[in-house]
């Protein structure tokens, strides 16, 4: 099936698994969307348009594939030359190189304006959490760049020949002669990767001093900061898309120029779905948090049962038996702020001494009570030792009322 000979089968199975993949991460990120939020955003719409360009891509990719793309030319050696064609075998050849010719052009113009939505939606929803004026002013000015740039570079791929724009969907763009006049094809694709790369730099670094000056505890800003560091993967793709340009604009004239378009395509579907990923992963945001806050959760209450013991664990099974408030958790903010937090952990630290010291000063009360509860003891005993002297002493003398009425 992967011969080498022919690549198609490895693009169309790359192709149909990451698109499927990625529109099932958009699927769940309009779920997340609408559970925290209850409805979609300007820039979930935008991504809905960039993964059905996506599929298009799709399309044009298996209609490329149909058409040669990926076949390495079989070899000629040792025949006089190619057989003479019929007039049916001309017609149905010139359908065969237009059809090639128009999934071309459907591939150009889909990745162009594939790639031109996914940065466009994750400008947009910086525009939702910018409060910074410089923040808010550079992303406006990177929207209207990429914007343009996505225009006029569909432009020029619609409109490679300029002398006869209907040169590119016809059998003549594939001859030499006939298409001397059209744009060069490497150029004008080098161009675009050079942008990309730059581009996708820009949107990934725009965002990281907003997230540095965030008020919240260190490790939430560290696990949103590299929730958005994700998009770094994204350059890394197409700089490997450059390495399949360039292996395919120095065998543009060979035989093999057929057989090497293949890395391109390839290359290209990684870098659109990679970036439809990460472009939905801070919307996922909810998911992991509920999921990794009740396996936390869970691992802290098992330790205190285990080693927990009198109080401390009744108390622990009177919170455990009120309602879980994981589930709230997930969809409120981030965190609060620094100071704030400082204080709860100033304020519980101050009521614990005070609690301690209440029960140390009642311990001590304790004592004393115990010690004056003995002496007390001790001082009845011996008078209780001291007490037939006494009477010994009183026996002679009539003062008590039962010897008076004896003697009476």
């Given at each position: 099936?992967?011969?080498?000979?022919?690549?198609?089968?490895?693009?169309?199975?790359?192709?149909?698994?990451?698109?499927?993949?990625?529109?099932?991460?958009?699927?769940?990120?309009?779920?997340?969307?609408?559970?925290?939020?209850?409805?979609?955003?300007?820039?979930?719409?935008?991504?809905?348009?960039?993964?059905?360009?996506?599929?298009?891509?799709?399309?044009?990719?298996?209609?490329?594939?149909?058409?040669?793309?990926?076949?390495?030319?079989?070899?000629?050696?040792?025949?006089?030359?190619?057989?003479?064609?019929?007039?049916?075998?001309?017609?149905?050849?010139?359908?065969?190189?237009?059809?090639?010719?128009?999934?071309?052009?459907?591939?150009?113009?889909?990745?162009?304006?594939?790639?031109?939505?996914?940065?466009?939606?994750?400008?947009?929803?910086?525009?939702?959490?910018?409060?910074?004026?410089?923040?808010?002013?550079?992303?406006?000015?990177?929207?209207?760049?990429?914007?343009?740039?996505?225009?006029?570079?569909?432009?020029?791929?619609?409109?490679?020949?300029?002398?006869?724009?209907?040169?590119?969907l016809s059998h003549r763009i594939f001859?030499?002669?006939?298409?001397?006049?059209?744009?060069?094809?490497?150029?004008?694709?080098?161009?675009?990767?050079?942008?990309?790369?730059?581009?996708?730099?820009?949107?990934?670094?725009?965002?990281?001093?907003?997230?540095?000056?965030?008020?919240?505890?260190?490790?939430?800003?560290?696990?949103?900061?590299?929730?958005?560091?994700?998009?770094?993967?994204?350059?890394?793709?197409?700089?490997?898309?450059?390495?399949?340009?360039?292996?395919?604009?120095?065998?543009?004239?060979?035989?093999?120029?057929?057989?090497?378009?293949?890395?391109?395509?390839?290359?290209?579907?990684?870098?659109?779905?990679?970036?439809?990923?990460?472009?939905?992963?801070?919307?996922?945001?909810?998911?992991?948090?509920?999921?990794?806050?009740?396996?936390?959760?869970?691992?802290?209450?098992?330790?205190?049962?285990?080693?927990?013991?009198?109080?401390?664990?009744?108390?622990?099974?009177?919170?455990?038996?009120?309602?879980?408030?994981?589930?709230?958790?997930?969809?409120?903010?981030?965190?609060?702020?620094?100071?704030?937090?400082?204080?709860?952990?100033?304020?519980?630290?101050?009521?614990?001494?005070?609690?301690?010291?209440?029960?140390?000063e009642e311990q001590l009360k304790d004592?004393?009570?115990?010690?004056?509860?003995?002496?007390?003891?001790?001082?009845?005993?011996t008078r209780q030792n001291d007490w037939?002297?006494?009477?010994?002493?009183?026996?002679?003398?009539?003062?008590?009322?039962?010897?008076?009425?004896?003697?009476?």
């Open positions: 099936m992967f011969a080498p000979w022919d690549l198609g089968p490895t693009v169309a199975i790359t192709a149909w698994t990451l698109t499927a993949f990625s529109t099932l991460v958009v699927g769940v990120r309009f779920g997340c969307r609408l559970w925290v939020v209850g409805r979609l955003k300007l820039y979930d719409y935008i991504m809905m348009l960039a993964v059905l360009c996506a599929w298009g891509l799709c399309v044009a990719n298996h209609y490329q594939l149909e058409t040669g793309t990926g076949q390495q030319m079989r070899s000629t050696e040792g025949s006089e030359g190619y057989p003479e064609l019929t007039p049916e075998m001309m017609k149905w050849l010139e359908g065969y190189l237009a059809t090639g010719a128009r999934a071309w052009f459907a591939y150009r113009i889909s990745y162009v304006v594939c790639l031109g939505l996914i940065k466009i939606s994750i400008l947009v929803f910086y525009l939702s959490f910018a409060t910074s004026r410089v923040f808010k002013n550079l992303v406006i000015i990177t929207l209207v760049v990429v914007s343009l740039f996505t225009v006029v570079t569909g432009f020029f791929n619609g409109f490679e020949c300029p002398q006869d724009p209907g040169l590119t001859d030499p002669v006939l298409s001397q006049g059209c744009y060069k094809r490497h150029i004008l694709y080098y161009a675009q990767a050079g942008f990309n790369i730059f581009s996708d730099i820009v949107i990934l670094v725009l965002p990281m001093p907003s997230l540095l000056k965030l008020r919240m505890p260190t490790l939430k800003r560290c696990c949103l900061i590299a929730v958005f560091s994700l998009g770094l993967i994204v350059p890394i793709a197409s700089a490997l898309r450059i390495w399949a340009l360039v292996i395919w604009g120095e065998s543009q004239s060979d035989p093999k120029g057929q057989y090497n378009g293949a890395y391109m395509l390839f290359w290209s579907q990684v870098e659109i779905n990679t970036a439809i990923v990460c472009a939905s992963a801070p919307s996922l945001q909810p998911i992991f948090r509920c999921v990794f806050g009740r396996l936390v959760s869970y691992r802290m209450r098992s330790a205190y049962y285990y080693y927990g013991d009198g109080e401390g664990g009744a108390t622990m099974a009177q919170r455990d038996a009120q309602p879980s408030r994981t589930a709230d958790t997930c969809v409120e903010s981030l965190g609060e702020p620094p100071s704030a937090y400082k204080v709860q952990k100033r304020a519980s630290i101050e009521m614990d001494q005070v609690i301690r010291e209440a029960d140390d004592r004393i009570r115990h010690f004056a509860s003995r002496s007390s003891l001790g001082s009845a005993s037939p002297l006494v009477e010994s002493n009183q026996q002679n003398t009539p003062q008590q009322p039962k010897e008076v009425w004896s003697y009476g």
